[in-house]
């Protein structure tokens, strides 16, 4: 399993951005795919998942109403839309799979594959 993160960038505040990643080699039918985030001297933090099934979704709470996960199944790639960028946005951005569950859940521990990250930059 392979999961490939882009579409980071260096932005300004009030920006916006859509991250990608395309995933390949996932073979079961049911998982989730989330999203998350690490700033500099800080420690993971969950953002968003959405399931394969029904593709339900879960937001961290900093971040309901700014980010939007979806997917496409059809090119196998989910995506998160981030609006109204913030600072302490600023992190790099995972994207990762658990393959044993269909239920959205933003626990670090239970994912199975993590892509390479790509950075955020929110910066005037």
């Known amino acids: 399993v392979q999961l490939q993160a882009s579409g980071g960038g260096l932005v300004q505040p009030g920006d916006s951005l859509r991250l990608s990643c395309a995933i390949s080699?996932?073979?079961?039918?049911?998982?989730?795919i989330a999203w998350f985030r690490q700033a500099p001297g800080k420690e993971r933090e969950g953002v968003s998942c959405?399931?394969?099934?029904?593709?339900?979704?879960k937001y961290a709470d900093s971040v309901k109403g700014r980010f939007t996960i979806s997917r496409d199944n059809a090119k196998n790639t989910v995506y998160l839309q981030i609006n109204s960028l913030k600072p302490e946005d600023t992190a790099v951005y995972y994207c990762?799979?658990?393959?044993?569950?269909?239920?959205?859940?933003?626990?670090?521990?239970?994912?199975?594959?993590w892509g390479q990250g790509t950075q955020v930059t929110v910066s005037s």
């Open positions: 990762a799979a658990d393959e044993h569950t269909d239920y959205p859940h933003l626990l670090f521990d239970e994912y199975d594959y």
């Open positions: 080699g996932l073979t079961l039918r049911f998982h989730v």
């Open positions: 959405i399931s394969s099934i029904d593709s339900k979704v």
